[in-house]
């Protein structure tokens, strides 16, 4: 049996889930804004080349606190994205996850970190020129878990002519007023030398008021009426963020922001929000459809 034989044989009696198989695409650029490089993760559909002029849709996935651009895929979230467009449940598009660190997505009180700068004006750019997004409001997405949720919607909210579709999981919505959590955080404590990092110590109002998903959903309500918004939470969640959500889902409704909000029975973590992923994936999916 020559090789070109044996070669055909093999690709006829492969299964064809391998055959259809996504694949990442891991790596790092040099941001200026930040003055550092910045690793990121690009999952890119089956029958992905950069040589096609075809152009698809982008969903950015924000990581949460403690994690990295690769927890999901290393996770089961490629699995999961494979089997779903293997029974044409999401169609095709480019999943790119960046590191995040600890920054909630934001610039820093102080000016330091200037992490939303990099995203708009320098991530987004870069991914869609390099990997063939379309540039379109219609045609990007962007979804987050806890802290990633926390910026999926400030994003959305604040830039609501960027986005067509939001959603996030288990979002770090936090109801309380920065004098509460002034008076909550322990000095020396982790959590509260990360969030003086970010929000400043005291806590910034100026600063939070500007970054808060509540505030900018309330300001371009109207906006947001062409923009796809879903979220969800568990009841059980261990930081509370579940009263942030419901306390999200009554204001959108009360300014009759159409949106989508579920409280499961579960908890904050990965295996919850893995567990209720495919239907973040599903409704980006179906908005990047309604648009074509």
Same mark, same amino acid.
């Given at each position: 049996m020559t090789r070109s034989i044996r070669l055909l044989f093999f690709l006829l009696v492969l299964p064809v889930s391998l055959l259809a198989q996504s694949r990442i695409d891991c790596s790092v650029m040099k941001s200026r804004v930040l003055g550092e490089p910045v690793h990121y993760c690009v999952l890119l559909p089956s029958g992905?080349?950069?040589?096609?002029?075809?152009?698809?849709?982008?969903?950015?996935?924000?990581?949460?606190?403690? &994690?990295?651009?690769? $927890?999901?895929?290393?996770?089961?979230?490629?699995?999961?994205?494979?089997?779903?467009? &293997? &029974?044409?449940?999401?169609?095709?598009?480019?999943?790119?996850?960046?590191?995040?660190?600890? $920054?909630?997505?934001?610039?820093?009180?102080?000016? &330091?970190?200037?992490? =939303?700068?990099?995203?708009?004006?320098?991530?987004?750019?870069?991914?869609?020129?390099?990997?063939?997004?379309?540039? $379109?409001?219609?045609?990007?997405?962007? $979804?987050?878990?806890?802290?990633?949720?926390?910026?999926?919607?400030? +994003?959305?909210?604040?830039?609501?002519?960027l986005f067509g579709s939001v959603s996030a999981q288990g979002a770090a919505l936090m109801t309380e007023s920065p004098q509460h959590l002034n008076a909550a955080f322990r000095p020396g404590a982790p959590m509260s030398s990360m969030m003086a990092a970010v929000f400043g110590r005291p806590v910034n109002v100026v600063h939070w008021r500007k970054y808060s998903p509540f505030v900018l959903a309330r300001r371009n309500a109207a906006a947001l009426h062409h923009e796809a918004i879903y979220f969800n939470c568990g009841d059980k969640d261990q930081y509370g963020f579940e009263k942030g959500a419901q306390a999200l889902d009554r !204001?959108?409704?009360?300014?009759?922001?159409?949106?989508?909000?579920?409280?499961? =029975?579960?908890?904050?973590?990965?295996? +919850?929000?893995? !567990?209720?992923?495919?239907?973040?994936?599903? +409704?980006? =999916?179906?908005? +990047?459809?309604? !648009?074509?």
């Open positions: 992905y080349s950069v040589s096609n002029a075809k152009r698809y849709p982008v969903l950015y996935f924000l990581h949460g606190l403690g &994690q990295s651009e690769k $927890t999901l895929f290393d996770t089961g979230g490629w699995t999961l994205i494979d089997d779903l467009r &293997q &029974q044409h449940k999401v169609g095709d598009f480019l999943l790119v996850a960046p590191e995040g660190k600890s $920054t909630f997505y934001i610039n820093s009180a102080d000016g &330091q970190v200037r992490y =939303s700068d990099f995203f708009l004006r320098e991530f987004m750019p870069f991914v869609e020129e390099k990997f063939g997004g379309r540039r $379109t409001k219609n045609a990007r997405g962007i $979804t987050g878990v806890s802290m990633g949720g926390y910026g999926a919607l400030r +994003f959305a909210f604040a830039y609501p002519e !204001q959108l409704t009360s300014d009759h922001v159409p949106h989508e909000f579920h409280l499961y =029975s579960g908890d904050h973590s990965l295996g +919850f929000f893995l !567990q209720h992923f495919a239907e973040t994936l599903a +409704f980006h =999916s179906r908005a +990047f459809a309604k !648009q074509k």
